[in-house]
């Protein structure tokens, strides 16, 4: 694998993007191009900066109050590969720290492609919950948790696989 992710940014120690203290990764490039998106810097796939994926790591490391990292964006589906590499290798010093991901996609859509794409179905078997769906501006609730429209689901992913069906998680 190459080693490198393309990212717009990261925060050391989020607490609005997952449960307890985060680290949380903003991955550049998004096609879905959300009407009021929170980041729409994040939609050029060519902006941000290349990053070897051992940085990130080390960055990871050096906070032990972490609970979990998060993949946003961007949408972090657009890099499958430089992400799955960024888990594991996260799963492989702490296998505590639950993983995150938001993506526009929404997960029966996703589902559609496993048998094609691998590297997504492994990504989101190693994961913990996704956060799935458009941000929709016209479904925009400040009371929920983690997302910013109605649409959006936050999907425990380790249930879904064992039950072969959406199990939504509810951090609340």
């Known amino acids: 694998m190459e080693n490198k992710i393309r990212i717009a940014g990261y925060i050391d120690d989020s ?99 496993f048998s094609n794409e691998p590297e997504l179905l492994e990504l989101l078997k190693l994961s913990d919950y996704l956060i799935d769906g458009p941000y929709i501006d016209s479904l925009r609730d400040l009371t929920l948790l983690f997302r910013g429209s109605k649409n959006q689901r936050i999907i425990d992913l380790r249930k879904t696989f064992i039950e072969n069906k959406v199990i939504e998680a509810n951090f609340e």
């Open 15 to 113: 607490i609005v993007d997952g449960p307890g203290i985060r680290f949380t990764i903003f991955t550049q490039g998004c096609l879905h191009h959300c009407f009021k998106c929170h980041n729409p810097e994040t939609w050029p796939m060519d902006k941000g900066s290349l990053v070897d994926i051992d940085i990130l790591i080390e960055k990871i490391k050096k906070n032990p109050l972490l609970q979990g990292v998060t993949l946003s964006g961007g949408d972090p589906l657009y890099q499958i590969k430089p992400c799955l590499e960024l888990v594991k290798k996260i799963k492989e010093f702490d296998n505590n720290l639950n993983i995150i991901i938001y993506t526009g996609f929404v997960f029966e859509d996703l589902e559609k492609r």
